[in-house]
């Protein structure tokens, strides 16, 4: 696995209550590559961000999902609308990996855009 050095914050809005719950992981991977697809005109690029948190780190019945976002660092202030993403490092969840097969490197690996 990548260097585990990094901290990020989860930030999931409940549709309900419509409030945004922010939960800080310590000790994971963050790594961002830029890719280039090609469709039947011309070459689109974007950016992929892969976090990966070890087994051991991922909070107790915390379920990332797609349209969760994750930040890079820990925030510090309260978010209370979307735009107080704005000033971080961010991604929004496209997919969620649960690679805890096997003994070794088991971790969940979180991808989006």
């Known amino acids: ?26 000790g994971v991977s963050w790594y961002t590559e830029n890719k280039r697809y090609l469709q039947t005109t011309d070459a689109k690029e974007s950016r992929e961000t892969t976090v990966r948190i070890p087994e051991e780190r991922m909070p107790v019945g915390l379920k990332i999902q797609p349209n969760d976002f994750v930040l890079r660092g820990r925030i510090a202030s309260e978010i209370k609308r979307r735009a107080d993403l704005e000033p971080y490092e961010r991604f929004a969840v496209t997919e969620v990996r649960d690679n805890r097969r096997g003994k070794r490197l088991r971790h969940w690996a979180v991808i989006g855009a």
């Open 1 to 26: 696995m990548y260097c585990t050095n990094e901290t990020v914050t989860v930030v999931q809005y409940d549709r309900t209550t419509q409030l945004y719950t922010c939960t800080v992981i310590t």
